[in-house]
């Protein structure tokens, strides 16, 4: 008997213990906190960047970033929470659902449009964020784009190399087909992404007989 229950204690310390972070919290940015000394992550749920701008065609561009830190800051700053984690992210935070006073903290900033529902990582609050759309509360009155398309339209895009000689750089971008010569100002800062369409030229006659025109400066 005393075997098996040896047994039993050596099985139950071999299971994974999952953190519970618990304590009074401190905002990092719209989805990220420091619970007592542990910082956490919520799960399922991805709000603007720091320094994210919002804005765009027909709206004036913002600070949605800056504004939903400061929101998330007001309601939640110096109050206990309650966090349950449910893995671990790449940057080592804990990735938790967090309740204050009871409430599901990500439920909540989801259905007040402070932050989109992160499908990618689970469908928790999917009908939340499909409220605050209808709605059309917090971000989602100002045609704002997801964090997850902000970081993806941030990252650097493959430079193709030059083909030798051929300097002229094709570029795509809403006013259409451009292209810039070296010298220009728009050159040095102008990536060539063949995957989208675009290319290098050798000469700007070959560029006007593709069908691109020049950059004005």
């Not at 910082?39 to 939903?68: F, K, N, S, Y």
């Not at 671990?88 to 599901?104: E, F, K, M, S």
Request: a positive charge; aromatic letters at 8%.
């Amino acid at each position: 008997m005393l075997r098996i229950c040896s047994v039993f204690v050596l099985c139950a310390l071999a299971l994974p213990v999952s953190a519970a972070p618990e304590g009074r919290l401190h905002v990092v940015d719209g989805d990220t906190f420091d619970v007592g000394a542990v910082r956490v992550r919520l799960h399922a749920v991805d709000a603007p960047e720091a320094q994210q701008m919002c804005g765009g065609p027909g709206a004036p561009t913002w600070a949605c970033g800056a504004w939903v830190s400061g929101e998330v800051r007001a309601r939640y700053e110096g109050r206990w929470a309650v966090c349950t984690q449910t893995d671990t992210d790449r940057y080592g935070r804990i990735v938790a659902r967090c309740l204050i006073a009871g409430q599901d903290m990500g439920a909540a900033l989801v259905s007040d449009g402070l932050a989109f529902a992160y499908r990618q990582y689970g469908w928790d609050y999917d009908l939340e964020e499909k409220a605050a759309v209808v709605a059309g509360r917090g971000l989602h009155g100002s045609g704002v784009q997801s964090p997850a398309e902000y970081r993806k339209a941030a990252r650097p895009r493959p430079q193709s190399p030059a083909v030798a000689g051929c300097a002229i750089k094709g570029n795509l971008s809403k006013r259409g087909a451009i292209y810039h010569l070296p010298g220009q100002a728009f050159y040095d800062g102008t990536r060539i992404d063949p995957s989208r369409g675009e290319r290098w030229f050798c000469s700007e006659a070959e560029a006007i007989a593709a069908g691109w025109r020049r950059a004005q400066r």
